[in-house]
């Protein structure tokens, strides 16, 4: 049993920068893709970015792109995004998971293991 905990959210100024982590503890980690999905205050929950187990292939939302920066630590099974020029709209509920397989993918249904989540507020 995979267990993900997330880290790092908090409040920022617009065009500031966050790093968050992602720890996973127990079972398998680092053969699987990875993924950071966020979830706005009566949105639905979204894709953001995930990698292979080797950051071969990564995908990012179109809205992050250029932004934030998905990557991984193995050995230390951990899972890091660093955002940077944050903007109100990605005020969010930040959110890691495993993925069922080893692709990027970026539907949610694909994923089987999902952290609680960490808060990130940007002000303008």
């Known amino acids: 049993q995979v267990q993900l905990v997330e880290s790092g959210g908090g409040l920022v100024q617009a065009g500031g920068s966050l790093r968050l982590s992602c720890a996973a503890v127990?079972?398998?980690?680092?053969?699987?893709?990875l993924g950071w999905f966020r979830q706005a205050p009566g949105k639905e929950r979204e894709f953001v970015a995930a990698s292979t187990w080797d950051e071969s292939s990564t995908n990012y939302a179109d809205s992050v792109k250029g932004r934030f920066t998905i990557s991984r630590d193995n050995a230390k099974n951990m899972l890091y995004l660093q955002m940077s020029s944050l903007k109100p709209e990605d005020t969010a509920v930040y959110s890691c998971a495993r993925a069922r397989g080893l692709r990027p993918v970026v539907i949610t249904s694909l994923y089987d293991y999902w952290g609680q989540g960490t808060a990130v507020t940007v002000s303008s």
């Open positions: 127990g079972g398998t980690f680092s053969t699987y893709a």
